[in-house]
């Protein structure tokens, strides 16, 4: 019996040495540290008992030990009805002659002396509360850092995610659907993205972070100009198709400073590391202005914008451009105006001006450029074709022959314009 007494003396003191180990590695303040291994010593004694109402538990975690003390009211021989609460006058003599009926007796014991069940129930609970402490501090670290830019490695890479972990080991998710297009990452290299997200579902913390959020944009920028830093310069809206597109509104506070040519630099040096970040996504920054019809008028750049018509109630605006315009406004893919309602908050609908000197059903050519290569398109301008009709209205030889094209190509041309024009 002297043999187990001694294990689990030893086994308790392990108990209080895991826990010191644990502050110092997770940064636990004193007061939450013996709080909590004073709370877990005393659910133990409660699980006994019934009551730790009667205990008083002390623990130093810096020396790795505490005391129990087990608080009894001394009552007549004979009379001892709850040996837990009460203790007889010939017993509390034992431990000092001097003691009267109705005094307390203040007893030390070891927690030991509870059995070999209290101390496998006391690692229980120590190791659920450290995980619920883990999990606490994790999520109290970072749920106000959402916005923030860090720094990690790569743990592990998956197809659907990254595992990624800082400087202190915490680990961030990386999910594929944050990844900028042309993403690839291998185990050791380091990577920038910002908190995104902070989730403490069901108590088990996880950290979201992300490359494609516009806060990562607007971080990078802020790290690479100065006059963002200082106040000078703030950045308004932030737009992104994530490695395609980007348009940033940016306003100045110093008449002095032009915004945007201080967010692009000299000859682009700004923004070039950025680029570069984010695979060549290309970055437009504008000047922000309040009013909305401008800034419409500016996020469709480089279109120029003849007229825009508003509806505030339904956030919608139709704008008015010349032929050769349209193309441009709307980009590539469509890329161009749906920034720029993402920038402005407004569904925009582009519409051709009409040209008097146009046929009301004819079309310019520039509106064919996701179909027809713009090398064919300036070919044909170059030979005075400006409009589908003009095109269409030509012998196939003679056009062939003037632009110097493939008739393959003039065939194409002549399918893509006539199929406009059935529809």
Same mark, same amino acid.
């Given at each position: 019996m002297a043999t187990t007494k001694k294990n689990n003396t030893l086994s308790s003191v392990d108990l209080i040495e895991s826990f010191a180990d644990f502050k110092e590695t997770k940064n636990i303040d004193r007061a939450t540290l013996v709080g909590v291994l004073e709370e877990c010593f005393r659910s133990v004694i409660a699980k006994i008992h019934g009551t730790d109402e009667n205990y008083d538990v002390i623990v130093n975690p810096d020396k790795g030990d505490l005391e129990i003390y087990h608080n009894r009211v001394v009552v007549a021989d004979g009379e001892v009805q709850n040996p837990n609460m009460e203790i007889s006058l010939?017993?509390? #003599?034992? *431990?000092?002659?001097?003691?009267?009926?109705?005094?307390?007796?203040?007893?030390?014991? %070891?927690?030991?002396?509870?059995?070999? #069940?209290? *101390?496998?129930?006391?690692?229980?609970?120590?190791?659920?509360?450290?995980?619920?402490? %883990?999990?606490?501090t994790l999520y109290n670290k970072f749920k106000d850092r959402v916005g923030e830019v860090i720094h990690g490695e790569v743990y592990q890479s998956w197809k659907r995610e990254t595992l990624v972990t800082d400087d202190e080991g915490n680990e961030m998710i990386l999910p594929k659907t944050e990844q900028v297009p042309g993403d690839f990452f291998r185990k050791g290299e380091t990577l920038r993205a910002v908190i995104s997200k902070v989730d403490n579902s069901n108590g088990n913390p996880k950290i979201f972070i992300s490359r494609t959020d516009p806060m990562f944009l607007q971080r990078m920028m802020e790290a690479e100009v100065p006059e963002i830093h200082d106040g000078l310069i703030a950045i308004r809206k932030v737009a992104r198709i994530p490695g395609e597109r980007a348009k940033v509104a940016v306003e100045s506070f110093d008449e002095r400073i032009d915004p945007v040519g201080a967010c692009v630099g000299v000859k682009g040096n700004r923004v070039h590391g950025i680029v570069r970040e984010l695979h060549g996504e290309n970055i437009d920054v504008l000047p922000w202005t309040s009013n909305t019809q401008l800034m419409i008028t500016r996020a469709l750049g480089p279109a120029r914008v003849n007229s825009v018509n508003m509806n505030e109630e339904e956030k919608k605006a139709e704008v008015l451009l010349d032929s050769d315009q349209i193309s441009l406004a709307i980009g590539k893919g469509g890329a161009n105006i749906k920034l720029a309602s993402m920038l402005t908050g407004y569904t925009i609908d582009v519409y051709r001006e009409i040209d008097e000197e146009m046929d009301d059903d004819d079309i310019s050519l520039d509106q064919f450029s996701d179909d027809i290569e713009d090398w064919i398109?300036?070919?044909?301008?170059?030979?005075?074709?400006?409009?589908?009709?003009?095109?269409?209205?030509?012998?196939?030889?003679?056009l062939a022959q003037q632009a110097d094209l493939e008739e393959e190509t003039i065939d194409e041309i002549i399918r893509v314009l006539s199929a406009e024009f059935e529809k």
């Amino acid at each position: 019996m002297a043999t187990t007494k001694k294990n689990n003396t030893l086994s308790s003191v392990d108990l209080i040495e895991s826990f010191a180990d644990f502050k110092e590695t997770k940064n636990i303040d004193r007061a939450t540290l013996v709080g909590v291994l004073e709370e877990c010593f005393r659910s133990v004694i409660a699980k006994i008992h019934g009551t730790d109402e009667n205990y008083d538990v002390i623990v130093n975690p810096d020396k790795g030990d505490l005391e129990i003390y087990h608080n009894r009211v001394v009552v007549a021989d004979g009379e001892v009805q709850n040996p837990n609460m009460e203790i007889s006058l010939s017993e509390a #003599r034992q *431990i000092d002659e001097d003691y009267e009926e109705g005094e307390e007796v203040s007893q030390r014991v %070891e927690f030991a002396d509870f059995g070999r #069940r209290a *101390i496998l129930t006391l690692r229980q609970t120590l190791a659920s509360r450290i995980l619920e402490l %883990e999990h606490d501090t994790l999520y109290n670290k970072f749920k106000d850092r959402v916005g923030e830019v860090i720094h990690g490695e790569v743990y592990q890479s998956w197809k659907r995610e990254t595992l990624v972990t800082d400087d202190e080991g915490n680990e961030m998710i990386l999910p594929k659907t944050e990844q900028v297009p042309g993403d690839f990452f291998r185990k050791g290299e380091t990577l920038r993205a910002v908190i995104s997200k902070v989730d403490n579902s069901n108590g088990n913390p996880k950290i979201f972070i992300s490359r494609t959020d516009p806060m990562f944009l607007q971080r990078m920028m802020e790290a690479e100009v100065p006059e963002i830093h200082d106040g000078l310069i703030a950045i308004r809206k932030v737009a992104r198709i994530p490695g395609e597109r980007a348009k940033v509104a940016v306003e100045s506070f110093d008449e002095r400073i032009d915004p945007v040519g201080a967010c692009v630099g000299v000859k682009g040096n700004r923004v070039h590391g950025i680029v570069r970040e984010l695979h060549g996504e290309n970055i437009d920054v504008l000047p922000w202005t309040s009013n909305t019809q401008l800034m419409i008028t500016r996020a469709l750049g480089p279109a120029r914008v003849n007229s825009v018509n508003m509806n505030e109630e339904e956030k919608k605006a139709e704008v008015l451009l010349d032929s050769d315009q349209i193309s441009l406004a709307i980009g590539k893919g469509g890329a161009n105006i749906k920034l720029a309602s993402m920038l402005t908050g407004y569904t925009i609908d582009v519409y051709r001006e009409i040209d008097e000197e146009m046929d009301d059903d004819d079309i310019s050519l520039d509106q064919f450029s996701d179909d027809i290569e713009d090398w064919i398109i300036d070919i044909l301008k170059k030979q005075g074709y400006t409009t589908a009709r003009q095109v269409l209205g030509t012998n196939r030889e003679e056009l062939a022959q003037q632009a110097d094209l493939e008739e393959e190509t003039i065939d194409e041309i002549i399918r893509v314009l006539s199929a406009e024009f059935e529809k």
